[in-house]
């Protein structure tokens, strides 16, 4: 029944340029809602608990996005840090940030070099965003899911930075088992 309520998409009338245009405008108002929500459980319940309830919601949210783009390019079940590699350029607000892979050591270094979320709390005169804690929840919980046995690990990211040069960096290794 459902099927046969759909109407047919106005996506097919779009050029590809235009689509592209469409996923930046998506991604955008993507972000722009966990920002806002974000801001409004800052705002009612103070920091700590609203990170408490991101985290839960990055949680699961982080694995459903990695099953998606896993299922998108066809990645077999443990495709290793090549795999995660080709994932992490197709998450949402990959289409946003700054950022850059690096392959060192036989791991994979993933930079945000100028992050959208922290700029804007700067622009507004408002505190860095402590995603640290909720990142490595989304990073692990990411690269889990596209193979379970890739660890993640924090190199810099606010409040516990260690690197100038970026926003964040991630390192992701590889165990074998």
Sequence with gaps: MAEENRRESPLRDLSRAQLEELIG??????????GVWFQAAEARFGMDAAMDLDEAAWRRYTRIEARRIKALLNLPERPGLEGLERALRLRFYGQLNCDEVLRQ?????????????QSAR?????????CRRVGLVEYAGFAAEIDERIHCECLSCYPDVRDETCACAWRFTLRET
């Design 122 to 130: 700067t622009r507004k005169h408002m505190p860095l965003h402590p």
């Design 25 to 34: 405008a998506y991604a955008k108002n993507w972000l722009a809602l966990d």
């Design 105 to 117: 050591d036989g791991a994979l270094v993933y930079r945000v070099t100028d992050c959208r979320v």
